[in-house]
């Protein structure tokens, strides 16, 4: 059994941007010269998540409007409340990156990684599905760990 294991960098521009990294893990795939096994796509954020959908605009547009109907960025969130939040400060009081609630609540929902199955050199994915990392905040720098573990 072999495992290979790398960490990719994402610059993202604004909330609910979908990245298609497909192409990456595929050339990852390439590179470790495992042949069957399984790839863990997982994001190192707690507001950017790892899903595989359809890539289409409509899908996009859609699902940014769902996203705001389960978790508007106007209500109240606990997070944001700084004179009851005491944890995990890593901006001064006031500043507008601590106020992202709702992306931590919409995180939680939709989950921190991907498998996909690696059969004979190749992802297991259906005819339309790519793997993306979605942006639930701000523009930020991110990382993706992705591990691949087979024969």
């Given at each position: 059994?072999?495992?290979?294991?790398?960490?990719?960098?994402?610059?993202?521009?604004?909330?609910?941007?979908?990245?298609?990294?497909?192409?990456?893990?595929?050339?990852?795939?390439?590179?470790?010269?495992?042949?069957?096994?399984?790839?863990?796509?997982?994001?190192?954020?707690?507001?950017?998540?790892?899903?595989?959908?359809?890539k289409e605009k409509g899908i996009v547009g859609d699902f940014k409007e769902v996203l705001k109907r389960i978790a508007p960025q106007e209500n109240y969130y606990r997070h944001n409340d700084l004179k009851i939040r005491t944890e995990n400060l890593v901006c001064s009081p006031g500043a507008s990156d601590c106020l992202n609630g709702h992306s931590h609540c919409l995180h939680l929902l939709l989950g921190s990684s991907e498998t996909v199955i690696l059969n004979q050199n190749k992802l297991v994915l259906g005819t339309y599905q790519r793997i993306f990392a979605i942006e639930l905040d701000c523009g930020k720098n991110r990382e993706v760990f992705i591990q691949i573990i087979g024969e």
């Open positions: 059994m072999k495992t290979f294991s790398q960490t990719i960098k994402i610059k993202t521009e604004h909330f609910v941007q979908f990245i298609d990294i497909t192409k990456t893990v595929e050339e990852l795939v390439k590179k470790s010269q495992i042949k069957n096994g399984l790839i863990c796509i997982y994001s190192k954020h707690t507001t950017m998540a790892i899903r595989i959908n359809e």
